[in-house]
């Protein structure tokens, strides 16, 4: 089965800065490309971390602050970055001029070649909105956002159904007398009919779970032969 690869589904034309790149120019660069983050690049043009405009918005946040007056960032803001040890980080970058004193550092980033279900992992695990995609010499190929990766769920519900049956074996599949049938629609997967075995229907089941734009699968299928053993269930006493 075909899998879908970041390089399917990202956005190719990137706009970079350089480490030096001051306060301002970053700003206008945020600005004028309608993006809320951007890859910083060292003389190499490899990506060494990603600025954006919440690390920008940090020195309006500590603006007063830093000028010796008597403001302080909302107890919500501090909670926030208390909770996650980032109160320095903060202070940091609410200090920094250049995009080297605002960036966070190391890039999140990840291959062109990888799946999409491994760059939503690492959204996950990262708490990041979009990943830089970078090639085999760590250059930006491109960005990947979350919204990148929900343009699966957009795929055609006949598309679905092709990769779904192209998954399930083809003795398996609905032949006028017998067989498993498959229906989608809004990215929801039907399975019903009878397959010949217990094991042929789960697997199908798994099957269409795995296919990309899938919303949900649905079982309303029988079988003639249960050849899946069901172990008794023991209960260890203390």
């Known amino acids: 089965m075909m899998r879908t690869a970041v390089k399917d589904v990202m956005t190719r034309r990137v706009t970079t800065v350089r480490e030096h790149t001051p306060f301002r120019e970053i700003a206008e660069v945020l600005v004028a490309n309608g993006i809320s983050a951007t890859p910083v690049v060292d003389g190499d043009d490899r990506v060494v971390g990603v600025v954006s405009e919440g690390d920008l918005m940090r020195k309006e946040e500590f603006r007063e602050q830093y000028s010796g007056e008597s403001y302080r960032p909302s107890w919500r803001s501090r909670l926030r970055w208390w909770k996650a040890g980032q109160h320095a980080e903060g202070a940091r970058k609410a200090a920094g001029n250049t995009a080297a004193g605002l960036m966070d550092a190391p890039a999140v980033t990840v291959s062109p070649f990888a799946s999409i279900s491994r760059a939503a992992r690492l959204m996950d695990e990262h708490g990041v ?14 960005i990947v956002s979350r919204r990148d990766l929900l343009k699966m769920y957009l795929r055609d519900d006949d598309e679905i159904r092709r990769r779904v049956v192209e998954g399930i074996p083809s003795h398996a599949r609905w032949d006028d007398r017998y067989g498993i049938i498959v229906e989608v629609r809004d990215g929801i997967v039907t399975l019903s009919g009878q397959a010949d075995r217990r094991s042929e229907a789960m697997a199908a089941v798994r099957t269409a779970g795995r296919v990309e734009g899938v919303v949900d699968v649905r079982r309303e299928l029988t079988w003639r032969e249960d050849d899946l053993v069901t172990l008794p269930v023991t209960w260890d006493r203390p």
């Open 129 to 142: 909105k979009r990943l830089v995609v970078v090639d085999d010499q760590g250059r930006a190929a491109g």
